[in-house]
């Protein structure tokens, strides 16, 4: 089965906290992408990151940061000292082998509360 | 400057009209999609082309049509609208199909409302 998981469907946090959203994905091939993808209020969906299955370096990028385990199959992203601005509807998605679709979760909705 | 675009951004219309929503390109990309997103954010793949043929045709009412005249357009016509099409719709465009090709950039959205 090819699935990717966001479990935490919503999360709320004060300005300044970190927070973690969670990703586990299932697929049987050994060459794969994964994403992280942002929707604002606005509507737009805005692609944050991509990551290979060769790579597992983290990544850093100013507040965020990706980490991403194969032991766990899990490519989780933290926001550190989050700000109202980051509130937003985020999705992590999968992209196995040669598979022409990107399989998407179910989305996290973060507030940020002032 | 905008990378995927999409026309109109609001549509409102009655049941039973026929819509046309517009997707346009300037990355110079080879696929492009159509994706719908309802109410409880849920991303489905509706079509893709590739270089103008349609790869993915997913299992949507055959109401729903897609066009691409070309590379950097694809167009989207839903005939004989239902209120179950409320929805936002998306487009997105990608350089190819695989790999770090196949990451995709999605336009702004088109919300439409079915009365």
């Known amino acids: 089965a090819q699935k990717v998981t966001q479990a935490q469907t919503e999360i709320s946090v004060v300005e300044k906290e970190d927070v973690t959203l969670d990703c586990v994905y299932e697929t049987r091939d050994t060459t794969y992408y994964l994403f992280w993808y942002k929707q604002p209020p606005s509507g737009e969906l805005v692609f944050l990151i991509r990551?290979?299955?060769?790579d597992e370096q983290n990544e850093i990028s100013g507040r965020y940061s990706w980490n991403f385990q194969k032991s766990t199959s899990s490519f989780n992203f933290t926001i550190t000292a989050s700000q109202v601005v980051d509130s937003a509807v985020y999705f992590c998605a999968l992209k196995p082998g040669n598979n022409r679709k990107l399989i998407w979760g179910l989305g996290t909705s973060l507030a940020v509360n002032p | 400057d905008t990378a995927v675009s999409q026309t109109p951004k609001y549509l409102v219309t009655q049941m039973g009209n026929d819509k046309s929503i517009k997707c346009e390109q300037n990355l110079g990309h080879d696929t492009m999609y159509w994706y719908k997103q309802d109410s409880k954010k849920f991303l489905k793949i509706m079509f893709s082309?590739?270089?103008?043929?349609?790869?993915i045709n997913e299992t949507v009412p055959n109401r729903f049509s897609p066009k691409s005249p070309d590379k950097a357009h694809l167009n989207l016509h839903i005939n004989s609208l239902e209120l179950g099409d409320s929805a936002v719709y998306f487009c997105a465009s990608s350089r190819g199909l695989a790999g770090r090709d196949g990451t995709q950039y999605f336009g702004p959205g088109t919300r439409l409302l079915v009365l």
């Open positions: 990551r290979n299955s060769f």
């Open positions: 082309y590739n270089n103008k043929e349609l790869i």
